[in-house]
């Protein structure tokens, strides 16, 4: 029989070790891309994980490519991520504090359509707002932007429940020392609610910041390189020369590692904000 | 100068079958110290936040000086309140969550800071104000809560039950300080509370409540006394009154069992008159008036009940008994110069002078004049 501090010992190792592998895995990838990155290579594929010689060449390549306008691509997909990200999270914010906090009478109804609805992926509806947007001549940046903060509406529930745990009872004395609804909103709900705007900010820039699917569709009629945002014009990148689709992949793998770079600065800057317990002290404990 | 008419106010709720409040009337005088005191889900905060304007008045009107008030918006009522939970700012200083009200309503800056300094005076919170309501002990954002209340020199203050969340000595020091509080400044006052220690303590005039009816309005000493119903005499006092369900025959009360006591004559008089003899009665006392000197005893010896002591419990000055007299129990208060051990037979006499007699059916208190609603 063994002992409990033992018992207690296995099974903290074999905790560690089971964290440790799954790390590992989930870092690799990475890991690789990172290292690929900088590897210098001009037959294709990368065959080895380390390098076999380091360079740079790979970013100054996508950066000063004329074939392939980079800059424009990130300038397009920024403008598009920080508009929707604003306008999404104003609405998704604004919905989700008015189905917390206001009773009416279509609340209940709406909460069970948006719960079904949300059920179905958005890229369903891509022909048909393929050709909505045509037939308002809106394939182009902003019938993107139109596209990410059409959904906004919907993504409220995790802000709901958020909003959900801040006692009425705050707004009720805020009510009672003389606010208006807008002025609860306003100086009330909002600055408490900082953890959960910053979160909605974050999703709202990563995913226009990241899809491919809409933006391939909405901006790929246009035929001009200059218009697309970064993941189509690097799908286009490897894609549009086929056969030689290999010369760029380094380049390719490059421009990834660039992507991931606003939003691990993003995430950095905004995480201090994610404070947990910002209602302690307003209640009772 | 501020009066509030509570002119035969219902509340029923969408989602409720039954009224949570049923024909609630009241008028209360200007600098008045109203309790509101029940059990939980007697529809004591309903009525208050419907004074409030935080529940809508499904029937009757609410007036303050004459004014009609159903339509009116919480901010423009002209109240302050204190929740039970508190709901300070928790975003804001100890200042600001005082000054905010004041800021919404434009007041002056010097005006503002002038009004919370003399708050956080008069409630000790001068060292905090900077603070904000997590570094702050319970008792201080209690105080917080008042200080929010007092700033805005309203002349009504409603408090939800906002000593329920302190701790038993902080909860006696907070209503002393509240009583001070409405000594000096004098506000209209409406506190609720299902504690009826507050509400002996607090109160100018006493609204008992049970689901949803008021069962007696009057001064604390009124409802203690002279309890209108079963309801208000059990709930009133600490510990409850007993009750025995006797029989009333010739003069005397009895169980069937171990109890007998003789009925002094007034009232039996009137337990006569109004055509009891014979017939099945309540019979209520309240633990202070059952006694186990001797000098009790023998002067009474037809209120003696024998009795064996089940627990008994040493308060400091006085004990508490709980006792068995056949199937009956019932509580005690005596001297604790007598102390009983568990198990002790004793003999306990009943100041039957001081009981209450209840119809069994109505729960009604028997009485030669039958106690008004409003004392």
Redesign the interface.
């Given at each position: 029989m063994t002992s409990y501090h033992a018992q207690r010992r296995a099974s903290l190792i074999a905790r560690y070790v089971l964290l440790a592998l799954l790390a590992a895995l989930w870092l690799f990838p990475i890991v690789w891309i990172v290292l690929a990155s900088f590897s210098y290579n001009d037959t294709g594929f990368v065959s080895t994980i380390w390098p076999k010689q380091f360079t740079l060449s790979n970013y100054t390549g996508i950066f000063t490519s004329t074939q392939f306008p980079f800059v424009y691509w990130i300038r397009n997909t920024l403008f598009v991520s920080l508009v929707s990200m604003v306008l999404s999270t104003f609405v998704t914010i604004s919905v989700a504090y008015a189905l917390s906090r206001l009773r009416f009478r279509f609340r209940k109804p709406y909460l069970q359509i948006a719960l079904v609805l949300g059920m179905f992926p958005g890229f369903m509806s891509m022909i048909a707002l393929y050709y909505i947007l045509k037939s308002f001549n809106m394939l182009n940046l902003g019938g993107l932007i139109l596209v990410y903060v059409g959904g906004a509406g919907l993504g409220f529930y995790i802000a709901k429940g958020f909003f959900d745990t801040i006692p009425r009872s705050i707004d009720e004395a805020a009510e009672i020392d003389g606010a208006s609804r807008w002025q609860v909103f306003l100086h009330i709900g909002l600055p408490m609610s900082k953890p959960i705007i910053v979160y909605t900010a974050l999703t709202a820039f990563i995913a226009p910041w990241t899809d491919f699917i809409f933006s391939g569709i909405i901006l790929s009629s246009s035929g001009n390189a200059k218009t697309y945002t970064i993941a189509y014009g690097l799908y286009n990148m490897v894609h549009a020369t086929k056969g030689t689709s290999t010369t760029y992949f380094t380049w390719f793998i490059a421009g990834c590692v660039v992507i991931a770079v606003p939003i691990t600065i993003l995430f950095i800057i905004m995480q201090k904000f994610y404070v947990n317990g910002i209602t302690a002290g307003a209640d009772k404990g | 100068m501020v009066e509030i008419d509570l002119d035969h106010l219902y509340k029923k709720y969408d989602d409720g079958e039954d009224y949570s409040v049923v024909d609630f009337d009241l008028h209360i005088k200007d600098k008045e110290f109203i309790v509101f005191v029940g059990p939980s889900g007697c529809g004591k905060s309903t009525t208050l936040r419907m004074i409030?304007?935080?529940e809508d008045i499904t029937k009757g009107e609410l007036k303050i000086d004459d004014k009609v008030m159903n339509d009116v918006?919480?901010?423009d009522r002209n109240?302050?309140?204190v929740?039970?939970?508190?709901?300070?700012?928790?975003?804001m200083s100890v200042y600001d969550n005082m000054a905010?009200?004041l800021k919404?309503?434009h007041y002056k800056k010097e005006d503002i800071d002038e009004r919370v300094q003399n708050a956080a005076e008069i409630l000790g919170l001068k060292p905090f104000l900077d603070r904000?309501?997590?570094?702050?002990s319970?008792g201080q954002?209690q105080r917080v809560a008042l200080g929010?209340a007092i700033v805005?020199d309203a002349p009504i203050f409603l408090m939800d039950e906002p000593l329920s969340?302190l701790d038993a000595k902080l909860r006696v020091s907070m209503r002393a300080e509240i009583a001070k509080l409405h000594q000096r400044l004098n506000t209209t006052t409406i506190y609720v509370t299902h504690d009826q220690t507050e509400a002996m303590t607090m109160a100018d005039r006493v609204v008992v409540m049970s689901v949803g009816h008021v069962q007696q309005i009057g001064t604390p000493a009124e409802v203690y006394q002279n309890p209108r119903n079963q309801f208000v005499a059990g709930f009133i006092g600490s510990p409850a009154m007993n009750f025995f369900n006797m029989t009333y025959q010739d003069g005397f009360v009895s169980d069937g069992q171990s109890i007998r006591l003789k009925v002094p004559e007034g009232r039996a008089k009137i337990l006569d008159d109004q055509g009891y003899n014979g017939k099945e009665v309540v019979f209520g006392i309240r633990p202070e008036d059952i006694h186990s000197e001797e000098a009790f005893l023998e002067t009474w010896p037809d209120a003696v009940i024998s009795s064996t002591v089940s627990v008994s419990e040493l308060l400091g000055a006085t004990e508490q008994l709980y006792l068995k007299a056949d199937d009956t129990e019932y509580v005690a208060n005596v001297n604790a110069r007598d102390f009983h051990n568990p198990g002790d037979h004793v003999k306990m006499g009943f100041d039957v002078n001081k009981a209450h007699f209840f119809d069994k059916d109505t729960t009604m208190a028997i009485v030669a004049k039958p106690i008004p609603l409003e004392g």
């Open positions: - | 409030a304007g935080l918006a919480p901010k109240i302050a309140m929740f039970q939970n508190y709901a300070l700012y928790p975003h905010f009200g919404l309503r904000k309501p997590a570094a702050l319970g954002r929010r805005r969340n």
